[in-house]
């Protein structure tokens, strides 16, 4: 009998940014973890990473390596499946699963002038293409 893979967990903003460093620096210890998120937040303790990291693990938003005395974490989900994901919930429950308002939303107050030239720039590559909107 063949299961659905399992849909990835929804990450807390903290389990977010946690996250963001893994994805950026590859499998990685608490410390390098830790080590990366004090440029940000210079008094974040090294016990929240580790007992964070953990939770994360736990939930399934980590996988642990345990063969090495410094346990490796790495993201069990890749980037862009979890921020799929994370995009399809919030579509569904702030914009009544319209793709379209959501976008207006964001192009009303949320994207700089040259963020916007680039998303003209996109839609004009995708009306060359022929494809579908």
């Given at each position: 009998m063949s299961r659905k893979p399992a849909?990835?967990?929804?990450?807390?903003?903290?389990?977010?940014?946690?996250l963001r460093v893994i994805w950026k620096l590859g499998p990685s210890t608490v410390k390098d973890v830790h080590h990366a998120r004090l440029a940000e937040v210079p008094d974040l303790a090294y016990a929240n990473v580790l007992r964070l990291m953990q939770v994360m693990h736990g939930?399934?938003?980590?996988?642990?390596?345990?063969?090495?005395?410094?346990?490796?974490?790495?993201?069990?989900?890749?980037?862009?499946?979890?921020?799929?994901?994370?995009?399809?919930?919030?579509?569904?429950?702030?914009?009544?699963?319209?793709?379209?308002?959501?976008?207006?939303?964001?192009?009303?107050?949320?994207?700089?002038?040259?963020?916007?030239?680039?998303i003209r720039q996109l839609l004009k590559q995708d009306a060359g293409k022929g494809e579908p909107r």
């Open positions: 849909k990835p967990p929804k990450p807390t903003a903290a389990e977010l940014d946690l939930k399934g938003l980590l996988i642990r390596d345990e063969s090495q005395r410094s346990h490796v974490y790495a993201a069990a989900h890749a980037q862009d499946a979890l921020q799929t994901n994370l995009l399809r919930d919030l579509i569904q429950k702030a914009f009544s699963g319209s793709g379209k308002d959501l976008v207006l939303a964001a192009l009303s107050s949320h994207v700089t002038d040259k963020e916007r030239d680039e």
